[in-house]
């Protein structure tokens, strides 16, 4: 099944964690996309087998139908190309969701900037043809696409492991991140990845952010979350 004819390619979500397909369900968009979503295996099986969807991106353990689940339903009666997205890191996860017919595997947490490069690789498309992707709260703007933030229009001086560990909260909202979680996301593997440092870049990004700061709440006991402004 395909809808190759239609100017903008249109994905299938199948992702339960209201936080995680938000944002991917707002970066597919912000670049451009059709998005549909599913928060269920068993409605995102009977969607990709009912409609035409240029690609999928497939959560592993998910309710009503797992993903191999889904998968094997889909084996024979789907064309359309299928990204796995999973917290799943093992060899045999991998091994068994490319023997059920996915044409790619990208293990949780990841950037979202990867996944897209991810889709436009499976769907032919230019990294050109993507639109400027830019993240806003209050007076503050993430560009993801040139690394940058603003405040009210002014330069925000982050270095780069600071905007690492707000692009990684800012696109989780409501949700309560570890300082594990923030730290092998966001900060170099090899690099000083301890709760200190992530603790000192989240106070000196908390200071640099001014009253917007305040969105990074501390999470006692676990770490931080990014609280969104409510929407209009």
């Given amino acids: 099944m395909s809808s190759r004819d239609r100017s903008t390619p249109t994905i299938l979500v199948v992702e339960d964690d209201p936080a995680i397909a938000a944002g991917v369900v707002r970066g597919l968009k912000g670049a451009g996309f059709d998005v549909e979503l599913a928060h269920d295996g068993r409605r995102g099986a ?3 087998l009912a ?3 240029d690609l999928v991106i497939l959560d592993l353990m998910l309710p009503e139908l797992g993903g191999f689940e889904v ?3 889909w084996r024979g009666r789907l064309s359309t190309p299928v990204i796995v997205l999973s917290a799943r890191t093992e060899l045999d996860a991998r091994l068994q969701a490319f023997a059920g017919g996915a044409v790619d595997y990208l293990p949780k947490p990841f950037w979202i900037e990867e996944l897209l ?3 436009r690789a499976r769907l032919r498309l230019p990294d050109a043809a993507a639109p400027t992707r830019r993240l806003a709260f209050d007076d503050a703007v993430l560009d993801l696409d040139a690394r940058t933030v603003t405040l009210a229009g002014e330069p925000l001086g ?3 492991h600071e905007f690492n560990v707000l692009l990684y909260l800012v696109e989780r909202p409501s949700r ?4 594990r979680q923030l730290a092998e996301a966001a900060l170099p593997a ?3 990845r301890s709760e200190r440092t992530v603790d000192s870049h989240v106070a000196r990004i908390r200071r640099k952010l001014g009253l917007a700061g305040g969105r ?3 999470v006692w006991g676990i770490g931080y979350r990014f609280d969104a402004p409510e929407p209009p």
Avoid: H, K
Avoid at 176 to 179: E, K, S, V, Y
């Fill in 176 to 179: 309560a991140i570890t300082r």
């Fill in 46 to 48: 009977e969607l990709a």
């Fill in 216 to 218: 990074i709440a501390t």
């Fill in 117 to 119: 490069a991810r889709v």
């Fill in 51 to 53: 409609r035409p969807f």
């Fill in 190 to 192: 090899g690099g000083d």
């Fill in 158 to 160: 982050l270095t780069a």
């Fill in 71 to 73: 998968l094997e339903l």
